[in-house]
């Protein structure tokens, strides 16, 4: 079984900060990807970025980047220069490669950026 | 490209009641899912599909039914609905299975059983 653990309910952080969203998770697969999705307060799912278990690379793109510690499980999401519209709710989420067709996700963190 | 589109966007049901979700996507993809998000949850698998003709039960499949007569189209299927079911739904599709295959999203159903 798959698991996805998101510890942060809630965040706040100050405009063009960087910040940090912790997501760890646990699975007996080898071959597996992590995701991330935004939802903002309008609801609907918007993915951010992919992290395959065999890339030896962190993944980026644009201002987010996933911080992939393998030997922890952790996949980290890193947003650079926060703006005020990345205020929202962030998803991680896992699927395994083989066999599993869902994504299992974890209870998400809220995001608000301050002026 | 519209994408996953899915109807109704709201609507309010009393217990007992039955309804049918569309979900429709012009992507080509074979694999399309239901899931439901819950207060305080992520979102949960109910039924999935692999292609025309086939389904699959989730992680949460009770008191819901799904067909998948066409490629571009999933209907969910609440034939009795009960408060507990009372949820907002998103449905997805992907071009097809595996851990590199993202997952894209309609805006939701937001359902409310009385």
């Known amino acids: 079984a798959q698991k996805i653990t998101q510890t942060q309910p809630g965040m706040f952080v100050q405009e063009k900060e960087a910040v940090t969203l912790d997501c760890t998770y646990d699975t007996s697969d080898q071959s597996y990807g992590l995701f991330w999705y935004k939802q903002p307060s309008s609801g609907e799912m918007i993915f951010l970025i992919y992290q395959g278990s065999y890339d030896e690379q962190n993944a980026t793109e644009g201002r987010y980047s996933l911080n992939f510690q393998k030997a922890r499980k952790s996949a980290n999401l890193v947003i650079s220069a926060s703006q005020l519209g990345d205020s929202a709710m962030y998803f991680c989420a896992m699927r395994a490669n083989f066999g599993n067709e869902k994504l299992t996700f974890g209870t998400g963190t809220r995001l608000t950026i301050i002026p | 490209n519209a994408g996953v589109t899915q109807t109704p966007k709201f609507r309010v049901l009393k217990t007992g009641q039955s309804m049918t979700l569309l979900c429709a996507q012009d992507?080509?993809?074979?694999?399309m899912y239901w899931y439901r998000q819950d207060p305080g949850m992520g979102l949960r698998l109910i039924h999935y599909?692999?292609?025309?003709?086939?389904?699959a039960k989730g992680e949460v499949p009770d008191g819901y039914n799904v067909s998948r007569l066409k490629k571009q189209n999933f209907l969910l299927g609440l034939e009795s609905a009960a408060p507990s079911q009372t949820s907002v739904y998103f449905c997805a599709s992907s071009y097809t299975s595996g851990a590199y295959n993202e997952q894209f999203f309609g805006p939701g159903t937001r359902l409310t059983v009385l």
């Open positions: 992507m080509n993809h074979e694999y």
């Open positions: 599909s692999v292609g025309e003709g086939t389904t």
